[in-house]
C-alpha cells in the first residue's frame, strides 16, 4: 500500500504498539502532524511547554511503564531542546526514541531557517541515531530505533527526518518488530567460579543497580538473598527493588548512603555487584572501595567491567539470566553472626535543629503514610532528592523515578507527566527543591491542560539546597550564587496556571493541605518552608572513605 513519509511514521509506531507520544509541533514537523491528526484515535499526542519537557515526560512514561518512550520535535530549537532529555535517559539507560523533523533534504548544509545537525548532536548521548533523507529507509530506521534502544544495554535513539521525506509518498508494508539481538552468552564454567566463591565466603554483601530492575530480576535477587543470606545495599536508580522493610536491607549506598550499607562493604570479604556501574557517586575513592573483598561483577554491558573499580571476577549477560543460571548452583547458608552485626548499623541520620517546625524527613513520611504501596515517586535533583532515596518507603519497581546519572534539575514535572499518563490508576507525587523547579515549572500548564493529578511538594529553602551545603562545609561558607531569597509566590503561581496551591510552615499544615490534594483531580502544589541550613546525612565526601562520614 502507498503512504507518505509521515504516515510510515504512524504506522511504524502502531506495529510497536505505541499509543502515547509527546511533543511540541513546529514548521519542519507539520506534516507528521498532519498525519497524526487522522491517527489521533490510536496514538495520543500530549504536548508540553517546551520540548524538554516533552523528552522527561517520554522519559518517566518509559521508567514507570517499562514501555518505549517516544517523543517528537520539530527542527532547529525544537530538536536541541530534546538534548537534555536525552542526556539524561542516556546515563540512565531508558528506552526512548526520539523522532525529530529537519529542513528538505536540498536545503541541509545552507545554514536554512531552523536547521541543525541534530544527529551530530547527539551522537555521544544516544545508542544510536540515523539521519533520515530518502523514504525508502524511513520505516527500516524507525524499526532499528525500537529494537536498538531496547536490547542489550537499553538506551535513547533518534531518527532525524527530513521534511521532504515526510511528504514523499512509497510502497509500505506492515512488518512485525524486529527481534532483538540475543542476550550475551557466558559459560558454565564462569558460573560454576561464580558460584564457588559465594558459597565459600563468610562475609558476603550484594551491591546491585538499576541494571537489575531494567531486566526484570526482582525474584531472582530475593531468592540469591535467601539462599545465600547476605545483606543487600543498592543505588538510588534500583530503590524499591528490595523492599525497605527486608531485615537484609542495608539501605543506600554511596555518598548520601547508609552508615550499615557502607560499612558492610568495606567490612566484607565478598561483594556481588549486579546491574550496577560503580559511579563516582558510589566508589568515591575506586582504590579503597570493599578493600577487604573480592568483587564480582555482573552486568549486560562488557564496557563497564574493570571501568571504574578493578574486579576479580565477572559474567557479561543479562542479570536475569545470569542469576537464572546461578541460582541451582548457590547452597543454602546461614551468615547469622555477619548478618546480625551490619544490620545493626545505624541505618538513617537524623540531625536534631531548634526550633525546626517543618523537616523533610517528617514530610516524607508523613506523604508516605498518606498515600500506598503503589504510589509513583519523582524527583527533581539535589537534597529534596537525596532525602528521598533516604526516607521514601520503598517498595516496588518503577515507583521511584529520579535522575541518577545526569543528575538533571527540572527533570521531575516532565517525568511525573509522563509518569501519570504512563499510570492513570495510580497516585504520582513530585518531590522537588524550588531551585529545581523554577526550571520546568511551565509544565503546569500541561498537567493542568491534561487534568493530571499530581501533587508536587516543593521543599522551599530559598537557596540551592545541595550546593550551599557543599559551600558550608567544604567551601568556607562562600555562598557564591546560591542564597537566592526569590519572592515566587508558588501558590498564586499554581492558581495562574489553574491548579491548587497551597503553602505549609509546620507538619501539621502540611498533612492538611496533603490530605486536601488527595481528593483533588487535578495538579497540586504544595509549598513547604523548610531551613536552608538542613543537610543530606550522613556525607562521604569526593574522594573519601566511610573513615571520613560526616555524620552531623
Sequence with gaps: MKRTGSQIVMEVLLEHNVDTVFGYPGGAALNVYDALYDYSDKIHHYITAHEQGAAHAADGYARSTGKTGVVFSTSGP???NLVTGIATAYMDSIPMVAITCNVSDNMIGR?????????????????????????????DALRNAFRIANEGRKGPVLVDITKDVTAATTDYTPHKPLPLEPHPKFSEKEINQVAKIINTCKRPVLYFGGGVEASDARDELYELIQKADMPATYTMMAAGVIDCDDPKNLGLIGMHGTIAANKAIDQADLVIAIGTRFSDRVALNPKRFAPKAAIIQIDID???????????????????????ALLPKIEERKHTEWVEQVTSYQKTVRVPMKGAKLRPKELIEATCD?????????????????????????HKTHRFLTSGGLGTMGFGYGAAIGAQVGNPDKRVIHFTGDGSFHMNLNEGCTAVSYDLPIITIIMD??????????QTVFYNKHYSQTVLNRKTDFVKVAEGFGATGFACNTLDEFKDAFQKALKINGPVWIACNIDKEERVLPMIPNGGTIDDMIKD
Design 78 to 80: 525544537g530538536a536541541t
Design 111 to 139: 545554514d536554512s531557517f531552523q536547521e541543525i545537525s541534530i544527529t551530530g548532536v547527539t551522537l555521544p548521548i544516544t545508542k544510536h541515531n540515523y539521519f533520515v533523507n530518502k523514504i525508502e529507509n524511513l520505516a
Design 302 to 324: 562488557a564496557s563497564e567491567i574493570n571501568k571504574n573499580v578493578l574486579i576479580n571476577y565477572s559474567i557479561i549477560g543479562d542479570t536475569k539470566d545470569v542469576l537464572q
Design 370 to 394: 498518606l498515600t500506598d504501596k503503589d504510589t509513583i515517586y519523582v524527583t527533581d535533583v539535589g537534597q529534596h532528592q537525596m532525602w528521598a532515596a533516604q526516607y521514601v518507603r520503598h
Design 461 to 470: 529553602n530559598k537557596v540551592l539546597g545541595m550546593v550551599y551545603q557543599w
